[in-house]
């Protein structure tokens, strides 16, 4: 597929952990998104250590200036949260807080754009209800959540350093969602 101008996904995720599952997942749904011929960047783990988000300071942290533009020049983002407590984890959900930051925009929020989604967590309780909750913040922020979404039991599946995993239908199914935000992406922008 290919379009008049560049099309961006952006990948949104992981944990603190070099190298986490939640992360390897992560790199997996872009690579899907890659096979479209679409632009890939991904922000994780470090990049997304930021400031409790505050909607009244006016100065951003190198980080979160970074993070806000990456996503307001994205045409569809995919998001890979670990599951803790049945919750996803602060990290990621303080780096969608900053999605605030795009309201005024001429494109707000995540408007227009797809959102991958996979959740990571030991046991299907927690990565089910993680899902749900990325499900319901990309829905407040105007994003059109892809129809297959990832709910990965990382008792069950290991995700290797090669890009592979001990399930290749959790494989299968990351690689589909970041076909699914690049070919809705590549869409839009023609």
Not at 22 to 48: F, H
Not at 92 to 118: F, H, I, W
């Amino acid at each position: 597929m290919t379009s008049a101008r560049t099309v961006n996904v952006l990948g949104i995720g992981g944990s603190l952990r070099e190298s986490s599952q939640s992360e390897r997942a992560l790199q997996i749904a872009l690579g899907g998104a890659a096979e479209v011929g679409v632009r890939i960047r991904m922000l994780t783990g470090p990049e997304l250590v930021l400031p409790f988000y505050d909607a009244g300071e006016p100065d951003r942290h190198e980080r979160a200036a970074t993070l806000t533009e990456a996503v307001r020049q994205a045409d569809g983002l995919i998001v890979v949260s670990p599951g803790y407590h049945g919750a996803l984890s602060g990290l990621v959900k303080n780096a969608l807080d900053y999605v605030e930051d795009l309201r005024d925009d001429q494109r707000p929020y995540l408007d227009g754009r797809a959102v991958g989604l996979a959740a990571v967590a030991y046991g299907w309780q927690a990565a089910v209800t993680t899902l749900e909750q990325l499900r319901t913040i990309t829905h407040a922020l105007r994003g059109w959540a892809t129809p297959l979404g990832g709910a990965i039991n990382s008792a069950e599946t290991k995700f290797d350093e090669g890009g592979g995993a001990s399930d290749e239908k959790s494989v299968r199914t990351l690689r589909l969602i970041g076909r699914q935000v690049a070919e809705f992406a590549v869409t839009r922008a023609s």
